[in-house]
């Protein structure tokens, strides 16, 4: 079955120490992988895509295909950073379209002054 | 654009009631994504819709839920007979089209809570 494992629930690290935010997933094809935020009293939002190989806000991530994993990392934390954050992979399905994603429990980051 | 919009926020039932969910997409979104988070959960797929047609409702429970997105309107979730356990957030999301890349975009949710 496809699943997304995020051990941490809760992270905590001092303004400008390095965070990584670990996820990994199981599935015998090729997810595309998103990192999903959310903000206190603000909507989930989409952080970065594994696709874009892009970094946003300081955040890059990493596929490892031998691993499984996805760890969403920062050289330095800021307050601003603190939130939830969510791994997604997403999966084909129909018609090789899009499929759902499938959301690991998240994990809280909170970055203390 | 106003985003994923979903309405109500908060919706009380009492046990046995029904509950409608609405949510309109993006504008320029035809692909709807319904997702179910319970306390202390991740958020879980329940059913993909694109209009007038359900794409994969893997997820749905077998009784008392249901999901369309018609033609004109928003999508609608709905769970007759509502009991303690359907107490939960349940968020829209919707997509421009397919495509692995293709991120989805997700509303503030809907809390339902059964009395």
């Known amino acids: 079955a496809q699943r997304v494992t995020q051990p941490e629930k809760l992270l905590s690290v001092f303004k400008g120490a390095p965070v990584e935010l670990k996820c990994n997933y199981s599935?015998?094809?090729?997810?595309?992988l998103f990192w999903y935020v959310q903000y206190s009293r603000q909507r989930l939002q989409l952080l970065l895509r594994h696709i874009s190989r892009e970094s946003i806000k300081g955040f890059t991530a990493d596929l490892n295909k031998g691993e499984t994993s996805f760890h969403l990392k920062k050289p330095f934390a800021q307050e601003e950073d603190s939130a939830m954050y969510y791994c997604?992979?997403?999966?084909?399905?129909?018609?090789?379209?899009?499929?759902?994603?499938?959301f690991g429990k998240g994990t809280k980051l909170s970055v203390k002054p | 654009n106003a985003g994923v919009m979903q309405n109500p926020r908060h919706l009380v039932r009492r046990r046995g009631q029904e509950a409608r969910l609405r949510c309109s997409p993006m504008?320029?979104?035809?692909?709807v994504y319904w997702y179910r988070q319970l306390p202390e959960e991740g958020l879980k797929f329940m059913v993909y819709l694109q209009k007038e047609n359900i794409i994969d409702e893997s997820g749905m429970p077998k009784e008392r839920f249901s999901a369309e997105f018609p033609k004109e309107g928003p999508s609608i979730l709905r769970i007759q007979q509502v009991v303690r356990g359907d107490s939960a957030a349940y968020f829209c999301a919707s997509s421009p089209g397919t495509g692995k890349d293709q991120p989805q975009h997700f509303g503030d949710g809907t809390r339902l809570s059964i009395l």
């Open positions: 504008k320029g979104h035809s692909h």
């Open positions: 599935y015998s094809g090729s997810p595309e």
């Open positions: 997604a992979p997403s999966f084909m399905n129909y018609g090789g379209s899009q499929g759902n994603l499938i």
